[in-house]
């Protein structure tokens, strides 16, 4: 397979015996730093330029920071890792995911799917409720990151509840300890959501996960996790649910569905 990958709007087409040193901007200092970390996965390198590797690796090598660098790779698939969540938090920096609709899950950058007014009416709705009724008792996210870093995950949960304050997330994102519940509202992604998506939370402990499956008008409420999966899996069509941490705290699951036509 052929990659190709560049740093700015410009060509140079560079060869290693015609180079002498490399000059770089610190934005191009960030994605190097970035994908410095991937070293070891190219195989076969044609022709130099924005290798896994600091530029005084890369001997006779004379450009300007405006130049766009261009390398021709073969990639070993058995080679490939997974971004880390560090990776992934300096491309965002960088403005290289500016346009993207993706998060990160198991060091892959994953599409997400567009919003639906289904979904964005439910997901409006569970958060502006959660965040009257908690008020002061926890920090309620809408559709915002959370850090799973030893899977090298970062996804963005239609809902968090996370214990704290806003202040106490300046810096960084909630982390499972941090995790009360996440839901996620369901439409096109109710399979990765039923699979991945549960596979991922129930593994790194967090707590309570709900399922909002919109064609099925129904929330999955899984609890208790272990390994894999949680040990409590129970579907609710009607009636009220309300998180395992503040079981005063009620929705009424027809709430979270359109009216059912007459």
């Given at each position: ?78 080679d490939?890792?997974?971004l ?5 938090h ?10 993207s ?73 909630p982390?499972p ?78 709430d ?7």
């Amino acid at each position: 397979m052929v990659t190709f990958f560049s740093l700015h709007t410009r060509t140079a087409h560079i060869t290693p015996a015609r180079c002498t040193h490399l000059t770089m901007s610190s934005s191009h200092r960030l994605i190097y730093g970035a994908f410095r970390r991937l070293q070891g996965r190219f195989h076969g390198v044609e022709s130099v330029a924005c290798l896994p590797r600091p530029p005084a690796a890369i001997p006779g090598l004379r450009t300007s920071s405006t130049c766009t660098l261009t390398t021709t790779v073969q990639w070993a698939d058995d080679d490939i890792q997974p971004l880390s969540v560090d990776d992934y938090h300096a491309l965002i920096e960088t403005g290289r995911l500016d346009n993207s609709r993706v998060e990160l899950l198991y060091g892959q950058l994953v599409r997400m799917a567009p919003h639906s007014f289904e979904h964005t009416t439910a997901t409006w709705i569970l958060n502006d409720r959660y965040s009257k009724k908690l008020d002061n008792r926890a920090v309620v996210r809408d559709s915002k990151p959370i850090t799973l870093r030893h899977v090298h995950s970062e996804p963005e949960p239609d809902l968090v509840i996370a214990s704290g304050v806003p202040s106490d997330y300046w810096f960084r994102n909630p982390a499972p300890d941090d995790i009360l519940l996440v839901a996620e509202v369901s439409k096109s992604t109710l399979r990765r959501d039923s699979t991945k998506k549960l596979e991922l939370y129930a593994s790194q402990n967090i707590r309570e996960y709900w399922i909002i499956d919109l064609d099925g008008r129904n929330v999955r409420v899984l609890q208790h996790s272990k390994g894999n999966s949680y040990l409590y899996d129970e579907t609710f069509h009607s009636d009220e649910i309300a998180p395992a941490a503040f079981p005063d705290v009620v929705i009424q699951v027809k709430d979270l569905f359109p009216p059912e036509a007459n």
